[in-house]
């Protein structure tokens, strides 16, 4: 049995306003005047003063807001490498990512771009990537992903969902300031935080668990019950407590996998383009037979913040629409061996599949 040596984020910083520090932290990382540094910035904050006003642009350094309406994809990352390259005649310095998981996402995938030939989507899967990215922050302005931590970018392809997974996909430095996640939409937040709950349950009730993997998601399970079902918590405490699930759970998922949930939302993602937050709740809200516990506090934890989920959105889909998200779904074989174990080829045929997408 041979153990596998994961990167971490390097460097990490908590406190609310310590985005302002932001300056100060990237300085030093600025290869020359002439090697910019590129604000990937949710184009939700157009026009926000409070935020935009302390990115600290300077020399040639720019901001590029982009759109996180869709999932990432690679023709996005691809389409951001290019322009990048073609505005300067340097590489730049670093690349710093500002927004939920899609721009985080983004960041991590461009700064891989940079300094690797050819289109994203040739680097989809594990450990792809031959050389390191360029330097690249990340900043969450939205709890529950766990896209700050983790070693994948995950982006949707011509062929298939699937994450760039390497060492050199984590993010060298997190700036964790809860205070950039107060102005999300309610329901945003109950996806998003939704999503670290998700990983939590798939991570503690798989195959692949471990010590390791148990500590961090416990914590994060701890946490999200505290936020989402006792409900007691202040405004501020619950978007620092928020802020440190999503961390703790994507480090859970860093030493095992997901599981249904994921996979079969990655389906729904790649087909419909339904987002990962609300894609995982539609899902879960199926998987009593696979989560009974976790899909009953899921469903307490709905109810107690009026949470309707969309229904009927495989209604009107075609049996070869069914099979391309059966496809995509069970192309994510860790997830299922993790979620089902070892054998879990008998266990997970089409027809189950196609009976549960049904029910969304
Ligand atoms: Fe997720």
């Known amino acids: 049995m041979s153990y596998k040596n994961y990167p971490m984020v390097s460097r990490v910083i908590f406190g609310r306003g310590s985005f302002n520090q932001l300056g100060d932290i990237i300085a030093p990382k600025r290869r020359n005047i002439k090697a910019p540094f590129i604000f990937l910035v949710d184009d939700i904050f157009k026009g926000n003063s409070w935020l935009t006003s302390r ?9 590029i807001y982009v759109s996180a309406e869709e999932e990432p994809k690679t023709s996005q990352v691809d389409k951001l490498t290019e322009e990048i390259i073609l505005s300067f005649n340097e590489r730049p310095s670093g690349i710093i990512g500002v927004g939920g998981g899609t721009t985080m996402d983004l960041a991590k995938a461009v700064s891989i771009m940079l300094t690797n030939d050819g289109s994203a989507k040739d680097y989809q899967g594990w450990d792809l990537v031959k050389n390191p990215a360029i330097y690249h922050v990340g900043i969450p302005t939205i709890s529950g992903t766990g896209a700050e931590v983790s070693r994948t970018t995950v982006l949707t392809g011509p062929e298939r969902k699937l994450g760039i997974n390497s060492d050199y996909t984590p993010f060298d430095q997190v700036i964790l300031d809860p205070e950039l996640t107060k102005d999300v939409p309610k ?3 109950f996806y998003t935080g ?14 692949f668990l471990n010590a390791f993997s148990k500590s961090y998601g416990e914590k ?10 006792e409900n007691s918590l202040a405004v501020e405490e619950a978007q620092d ?12 998922i860093a030493y095992s996998q997901v599981g249904v949930a994921h996979a079969m939302s990655y389906g729904l993602g790649y087909l419909l383009g339904t987002k990962h937050g609300i894609g995982n709740c539609i899902v879960f809200d199926h998987l009593e037979e696979y989560y009974p516990e976790g899909v009953k506090i899921f469903k307490d934890m709905k109810a107690k913040h009026d949470i309707e989920l969309p229904q009927g959105l495989c209604a009107d889909l075609s049996d070869a629409e069914f099979d391309i998200m059966i496809d995509v779904a069970l192309s994510l074989e860790p997830l299922w061996e993790n979620a089902i174990g070892k054998n879990w080829k008998k266990k997970v045929t089409r027809d189950k599949l196609k009976a549960l997408y049904s029910k969304m």
């Open 55 to 63: 990115i600290p642009l300077a020399y040639q350094d720019k901001l």
């Open 187 to 189: 329901d945003q937040w």
């Open 194 to 207: 939704m999503d670290c709950y998700i990983h939590c349950i798939e991570s503690l009730n798989g195959t």
């Open 220 to 229: 994060a399970l701890e946490l999200c019950l505290e936020i989402f079902l």
């Open 241 to 252: 407590k928020l802020m440190m699930a999503s961390w703790h759970g994507g480090m859970s």
